[in-house]
């Protein structure tokens, strides 16, 4: 993950609702810094999901809220959360739009947000 803040080889998707991807609401894990990843995009695993039915939204409707997001396809693509948990609907959101090659970070905010060493984007 910290070689991609540089190579950008990877696009990487953080799971987590708008509030603890800004930085403005406290995470349930210890941390030492608020916000996200650099360079992360957020797509919270909620969006992903119709609340009636609780499946997975529409085909159609799941290929657009990833493409309004920015996020390519074609290109390696990390989820990310708070723990590693959560990343993963959005990897299995993937899935069934046919990626087959979605990583998880496990360690999700859960460790970058403890490191000293990782930089964090707050708004």
């Known amino acids: 993950m910290k070689a991609n803040l540089v190579n950008n080889a990877e ?4 799971a987590r609702g708008p509030s603890k991807f800004d930085g403005s609401q406290e995470d349930v894990f210890p941390h030492k810094k608020l916000g996200h990843i650099p360079n992360s995009i957020n797509i ?3 969006d992903l999901i119709d609340p009636e039915s609780g499946a997975f939204i529409a085909h159609e ?3 657009a809220r990833f493409q309004a997001a920015g996020i390519d ?7 990310t959360c708070g723990s590693g948990i959560t990343s993963c609907v959005v990897a299995l959101g993937l899935f069934l739009l046919g990626k087959k090659d979605v990583a998880v970070y496990d360690g999700s ?3 970058w947000g403890l490191e000293e060493d990782t930089p964090a984007v707050a708004a």
Do not use: K
């Open 11 to 14: 696009q990487v998707i953080d």
């Open 44 to 46: 919270p695993w909620g």
């Open 61 to 63: 409707a799941l290929a």
């Open 73 to 79: 396809l074609q290109r390696p693509i990390v989820t």
């Open 109 to 111: 905010w859960a460790e």
